[in-house]
């Protein structure tokens, strides 16, 4: 029984010191949010993207429907890098954003062979800098 009596009073001013520490705390700073949309796409950027896509059409081996889904011979993307095939979804992506009025911050492209295979479904985040993707290296 004694030793029932001495951890209450030890118990009580652990707890209301926790209880005075917690309240001095300062609140966690809000993180900002990032908007789910970037707004319409700049006219420079979609029609570098859609420049880009019609010379691949023009080669017979890559088609396109203008939202983000692409059919490729699989020979030509076996045969690219794949900072290539990087480029390739970005540039679908932000081609397929170019048709929004308000462009999501990320679109899923899907990329596949003739026979219907699927070699490449990527998110790719459009990032304001985006445009920086057709610069020459």
């Given at each position: 029984?004694?030793?029932g009596?001495?951890?209450l ?57 203008g ?71």
């Amino acid at each position: 029984m004694q030793w029932g009596r001495m951890t209450l009073p030890l118990r009580l001013p652990a707890a209301l010191c926790a209880a005075l520490l917690l309240c001095g705390c300062d609140p966690q700073p809000e993180v900002p949010t990032r908007s789910a949309t970037l707004g319409k796409l700049p006219a420079a950027l979609c029609g570098k993207a859609s420049e880009s896509l019609a010379a691949l059409a023009d080669s017979a081996v890559f088609e396109h429907d203008g939202k983000g889904s692409a059919v490729l011979a699989e020979a030509a993307w076996m045969s690219m890098s794949g900072e290539a095939r990087e480029q390739l979804a970005r540039t679908l992506a932000v081609d397929a954003a170019c048709k929004q009025s308000d462009a999501p911050r990320t679109l899923q492209v899907f990329i596949k062979a003739e026979t219907g295979r699927t070699l490449a479904s990527p998110v790719v985040d459009l990032a304001p800098g985006a445009d920086m993707m057709f610069e020459e290296s």
